[in-house]
């Protein structure tokens, strides 16, 4: 089973694209949303994010506000969230690869807005980076409700930059020209991917040493 990982950072049109990827059939597991699921009610994450961070669930499910005023600008309490969320999603992520193994399907795509920086780049066939430039990620961005041009900046300091994100990817896809470049290229994406054997999935058995 051939592995696309898909990444950008916020505002860079990573959700558009992954829709996209739907519409031509293919799988798309999305991170963000395995991590809403893991804090949501009854997710596995809540009691793990409760005792690391006391009040933060309300009615069985973690406050997503409260959580982020908490770890927003604080490194340490950053990493204290990604280490209890991060091996989750993986358990999740390789639920969703092992099911769709099963399906047959020969085409999976893995939407990662931290693909690099978590080193989740390793499991894939071929990566995909959506940018636009800076402007159009602020105009998008600042248009979303109780979003700040502070706010966009911190979250930028806490990625890899964008440019050093362009260098690692197999494939670069400029979303600020408009959704029918991007449309195409996915479409060929696609195309050039479907037939082809992936290196990653299944997992190979280790040789003991």
Known sequence: MFIIGLTGSIGMGKSTASSMFRRLGVAVQD????VHKLMAHGGRAVSLVERAFPGVARDGQIDRALLGSRVFGDPAALKCLEGILHPLVAQEREHFLRQQALQGRPLVVLDVPL??????????DLTVLVTA????QESRVLRRPG??????????????PDREKRQRADIVLETGLG???VWLAIQAIVR???????AHWPRRAKVPG
Do not use: Y
Not at 31 to 34: K, N, T, V, Y
Not at 115 to 124: A, K, M, N, S, V
């Open 179 to 181: 959704k029918r470049p």
């Open 133 to 136: 430039p800076p402007f159009v």
């Open 115 to 124: 693909l690099f920086e978590t080193g989740g780049d390793r499991d894939c």
């Open 31 to 34: 991170s963000d949303a395995a």
């Open 192 to 198: 050039q991917s479907v037939h082809r054997k992936g």
């Open 147 to 160: 979003m700040s041009l502070e706010k966009l900046n911190r979250i930028r300091t806490q990625q890899m």
